[in-house]
C-alpha cells in the first residue's frame, strides 16, 4: 500500500514540472512571435528596441508601411525561392537518392562518403567561395552574373547534398 501510495505521490509533482517545462517552452518560442504581431499591430510609437506586450489600439497602419517600404518585393522574391528552388531540390534529391539506394555500380560508397562529408561541412564555410564561383558563372538573362539573381540563390539550393 505505501509503495502505490509513494509512486501516485511522485507522479503529481512530475507533472507539475513537466507543465512548467512546457510553459517555459511556450513562452521562449511563441514570446517573440506574439511581440512581433502584437507591436505590428499596434498604433502607439515605440522606440527602437521596444516591443509591446499587448496592442495600443489595433490597427494597419505599421503593415501598410511596411508594404510601402518594399515588403512586398521580398516577399515575392522569398516565394519564388522557395517554389523553384524546392521543386528542383526535390527532383534533383529523389532522382540521386533513388540512384543510390537502389543501383549497385562501383564508387557508390564513394558517393554515398562525399555526399555525408559535404553534410559535415558548416555553411559559414562554403559561404565565400560560393560567391565566388557564382561571381563567375554568366547570368544568360541579365548577361552579368549570377550574384543578386534568382539563379544565384537558387542554384546553392539545388546542389545541396542534405535532401538526398
Do not use: C, D
Request: hydrophobic share 55%; no cysteine; aromatic share 10%.
Amino acid at each position: 500500500m505505501s509503495h502505490l501510495g509513494t509512486a501516485l505521490g511522485l507522479r503529481r509533482p512530475r507533472k507539475i514540472v513537466r507543465i512548467l517545462l512546457y510553459a517555459l517552452v511556450v513562452v521562449f518560442f511563441v514570446g517573440p512571435l506574439w511581440t512581433l504581431v502584437a507591436t505590428a499591430f499596434s498604433a502607439g510609437q515605440y522606440a527602437l528596441g521596444q516591443v509591446a506586450l499587448w496592442p495600443r489600439g489595433l490597427t494597419f497602419g505599421n503593415l501598410a508601411q511596411a508594404w510601402h517600404y518594399g515588403v512586398g518585393r521580398g516577399l515575392f522574391n522569398s516565394v519564388v525561392v522557395v517554389v523553384v528552388g524546392l521543386t528542383l531540390q526535390l527532383v534533383v534529391s529523389t532522382l540521386a537518392a533513388y540512384a543510390l539506394a537502389r543501383k549497385r555500380f562501383r564508387g557508390a560508397s564513394i558517393v554515398l562518403l562525399l555526399i555525408m562529408a559535404t553534410l559535415m561541412m558548416p555553411e559559414e564555410i562554403i559561404a565565400i567561395p560560393t560567391y565566388l564561383v557564382l561571381g563567375k558563372i554568366a547570368n544568360p538573362i541579365s548577361g552579368g552574373t549570377l550574384i543578386n539573381s534568382y539563379g544565384g540563390m537558387i542554384l546553392p539550393l539545388v546542389g545541396w547534398a542534405l535532401p538526398v
